[in-house]
């Protein structure tokens, strides 16, 4: 049986990000360069960008990195849970960008929470990487997503990281345990292949249905995405871009969708809405690959480029 979490403070109920929040270092011509990052801080940065009341749950140390990415979520006016200043030091990931943009991660992490007594209900709880997998938090993060379930949307985003996680049967499990507190779970096609190999997109979304989620999202980068609900699918294609990395593109996208999902919180997950969610969610991801690092849009740059695309649609038609 669940137990209702109290309503708190009102400027801490809109959205609850739990998540890592680390420092990524990405190797440039001219030397390491450093940026904050994490997916759960990059979410939400996003989701605060977009003008909605967001605080993060996560893990830091008192240094000047912690100091960096604290004052990086301020301008977004993204708070902090009490209690989150608990490491030796803030954790890092260093990017190694390819040819393409794309990059890959080595970590130095470190992922528990600090003791936690919610007092607050959200209206969106979201939570995913290595949060979700990385013991001793991954257990936390998973009794919060228990006593949350049914009383607030919970949206889940795994982001594997292979090279953090134990055997892929261990991390199969761990994400299957998952699916069925999250309302809406969005996985890469990367991940979705390295979770289910050999499986369609389709089928994938399907058995995240029958596990418990309302909504399955499946993103594939220039190709688009896929949005499944028990009612409705859609393919949504994806804005050509000039690419210049690919450095937060999902967190952008999931942060646009957590966006979608409080703007229009009462409907069901019916064609049109997948449509608009979906379309919505790939103009921020291609706003974010269009510009360095992990930069999302503001509100203004997102509903432009929706007037902009509305525009367009509405010139074919006639």
Known sequence: MHTTPATAHPETDVVVVVGEALIDIIETAAGPVEFPGGSGMNVAFGVG????S????????????????RNHLHSAGVR????????KRTSTARALLDGSGSAEYAFDLEWSLP?????????VLHTGSLASFLEPGATQVRSLLELFSG??????????????LGSH????????????????????????WWLYPGRQPRDIASRLLKLGAELAIITDGSAGS????????????????????????????????????LDEPEADFGYGRLARLGTSASLAAAITVGRHGANPPTRAELNASL????????????
């Open 49 to 52: 960008r977009l003008g909605i």
């Open 54 to 69: 967001t605080t993060l749950i996560t893990a830091l140390g008192s240094d000047e990195r912690g100091k960096t990415i």
């Open 80 to 87: 902090l849970h009490a209690g989150v200043e608990h490491l």
């Open 115 to 123: 003791d936690i007594s919610p007092t607050f209900l959200p209206k």
């Open 151 to 164: 009383h607030c949307l919970i949206t889940y985003d795994p982001n594997i990281r292979q090279a953090l």
């Open 169 to 192: 049967a261990e991390a199969l499990t761990t994400f299957e345990r998952t699916v069925p507190f999250a309302t809406v779970v969005k996985l890469s096609a990367e991940d979705a």
């Open 226 to 261: 896929y949005l499944r609900s028990n009612t409705a699918e859609t393919d949504v294609p994806a804005p050509q871009v000039a690419v210049k990395d690919t450095v937060g593109a999902g967190d952008s996208y999931m942060a646009s969708l957590i966006a979608g999902l």
């Open 307 to 318: 007037e902009l695309v509305q525009t367009s649609r509405k010139c074919s038609d006639d």
